[in-house]
């Protein structure tokens, strides 16, 4: 893959947290975009291909060299442009993969009850993922703060996911995070618990110089919040003060189950999701699932 994409890293073809390096690595390629100002959203999805009716097997693969010699069958394909043609075993399988929506998911805030509602909220970034059904509920609310109040004139109750908020140079900001806790044992039997909130945000700086940019220098976790041992549905707040530039910032957060100093760096993202995939099927992806949420701009007047 090195030779073929020569401007990406062995790392990024590996999965942090179960997500991809882009999205996962804090001031990486997501984070490089979204500095520029860039509406750029993220989805989670299921690449389905055999599941637990499935009688059908991949073909063998030649028992001679090179195929013996390779160490994965995705080396395999690029010997032989493809995988072997499949066939119908007349017995179920067992699948290796999931079905839609059992781990991975994509949440998104209709505003009409319909097909067309929901790619409407996907096209304009209304929408949080996340995996192992980590979550029930998120709603994300931003609000500039005037006096002992929140308050502005996008509404009452604010801006929410992938929105732009205008506020006065010199204002606080209030993000206001309600969760609910997932209160039933996913398909692995595993009853979720969500440990942190982390906000991750920058400036928004305007277009790069180099249009191959993929870093974001200036973005940071700029808060980890712990709400392990809560459940049900709660509010959790943070305050951006004195914003006296435009910037954006994003939430994310974990079971705390495997944390490690981010792709950049512990002074970026001190407690970051850990690479899978050091030695192959080493990672249980129920034992490691993180939720994240598209960004929301905040626009100074």
Request: glycine content about 12%.
């Amino acid at each position: 893959m090195g030779e073929t994409n020569p401007g990406y890293p062995a790392d990024a073809f590996r999965p942090y947290g179960g997500f991809d390096w882009a999205t996962a690595t804090v001031a990486g390629v997501w984070d490089s975009m979204l500095a520029e100002g860039l509406p750029f959203w993220i989805t989670s999805n299921s690449d389905n291909h055999l599941t637990v009716k499935d009688t059908w097997k991949t073909g063998p693969y030649p028992a001679v060299e090179p195929y013996l010699s390779l160490p994965n069958e995705f080396d395999r394909w690029s010997v032989t442009g493809k995988r072997p043609d499949p066939f119908d075993t007349g017995e179920k399988q067992g699948g290796s993969d999931y079905w839609p929506g059992q781990f991975s998911r994509i949440h998104t805030g209709v505003t009409q009850h319909s097909y067309i509602g929901v790619l409407e909220a996907m096209r304009n970034g209304r929408m949080w993922v996340d995996h192992g059904h980590l979550l029930q509920g998120l709603d994300v609310r931003v609000r500039e703060v005037r006096g002992n109040s929140a308050a502005n004139s996008n509404g009452r109750n604010g801006v929410t996911l992938r929105s732009r908020l205008q506020v006065r140079r010199g204002a606080d900001v209030e993000i206001s995070i309600t969760i609910t806790t997932t209160d039933y044992r996913n398909f692995a039997g595993i009853l979720p618990k969500l440990a942190h909130v982390d906000v991750i945000g920058g400036a928004v700086t305007g277009a790069a110089a180099d249009r191959d940019t993929m870093t974001a220098p200036g973005t940071t976790v700029w808060k980890q919040i712990d709400v392990s041992g809560r459940t049900g549905t709660f509010t959790i707040k943070h305050v951006i003060k004195d914003v006296q530039g435009s910037c954006y910032f994003r939430l994310r957060g974990s079971d705390g189950n495997r944390h490690g100093a981010g792709y950049y760096g512990a002074s970026v993202d001190p407690a970051g999701p850990v690479r899978h995939g050091l030695n192959l099927g080493d990672a249980d992806p129920w034992a490691d699932t993180w939720f994240y949420a598209n960004p929301v701009f905040i626009d100074v007047a």
